[in-house]
């Protein structure tokens, strides 16, 4: 059980003009906010008196807090840093929450989520709008084909504020091919090709892997001469 501070804008009770030990007397309170925090709580209250004692009420009774209304979504699993076409893991996940922040368990809304900013022009691929679970969409296989600095993700639901991921970068994934990037021109007989022929080594998205340091070699194709 968790427990709560009572705080009350008044209280009001018969005050005799001598009260006796352990003289039991009622009060009312008002104005007491319950926690934002969904949970079982008990209340119980302690106050000073003009003797200097203290007058201590048992727990009053227990209770239970439960989410409010569905108002607006929120990442609870942010998107991570990850490599070009692979699935962001952990996998992204949206909460359907009340005023307070708290998850809505009770909630199935169609969740969907977008590429907010989009710095490298990358596609979103995988099932982009989920159903909540218990308050909670699960996008499982969300991947990005383009690298990037800084993407985020939006999520978005009818009748719902909607919510903006932190942000996250894709990086190239592993090498898998050669692109000539500048293509060989035609040249005097003899003399050095210019500008340089220049070869990329290149993910299976066509980014360029900036970390990769194979030795290429090339070699005539069509040799008409």
């Known amino acids: 059980l968790g427990s709560m501070t009572i705080t009350a804008t008044s209280v009001s009770f018969p005050a005799p ?47 239970t807090i ?6 607006k979504l929120g990442f609870t699993v942010q998107p991570s840093n990850t490599a070009s076409g692979a699935s962001i893991f952990p996998a992204v996940q949206v909460a359907v929450q009340d005023s ?20 490298g022009g990358g596609t979103l691929s995988g099932t982009t709008t989920v159903s909540a679970v218990n308050g909670i969409a699960v996008f499982n296989n969300l991947s990005i084909d383009l690298t990037g600095s800084g993407y985020t993700f939006t999520a978005a639901a009818t009748g719902l504020a909607g919510a903006a991921s932190n942000g996250f970068d894709i990086f190239a994934s592993a090498a898998n ?18 500008p340089a022929v220049q070869v990329e080594i290149r993910d299976a998205s066509g980014n ?12 005539l194709g069509n040799n008409p001469g």
């Open 17 to 63: 003009a001598a009260v006796a030990k352990n003289q039991r007397f009622t009060t009312v309170l008002n104005g007491i906010q319950n926690p934002a925090t969904p949970g079982s709580y008990t209340a119980s209250v302690t106050t000073g008196n003009s003797s200097g004692g203290t007058n201590t009420g048992n727990s009053l009774f227990a209770y």
């Open 66 to 71: 439960v989410a409010g209304t569905p108002v």
């Open 100 to 119: 307070n922040g708290n998850t809505v368990p009770t909630a199935t809304d169609s969740v969907t989520v977008a590429i907010g900013t989009n710095p």
């Open 177 to 194: 091919r050669l692109v000539f990037s500048v293509q060989p021109g035609d040249t005097t007989a003899g003399a050095s090709i210019s």
């Open 208 to 219: 360029l892997v900036t970390t990769a340091t194979n030795s290429i070699t090339v070699a």
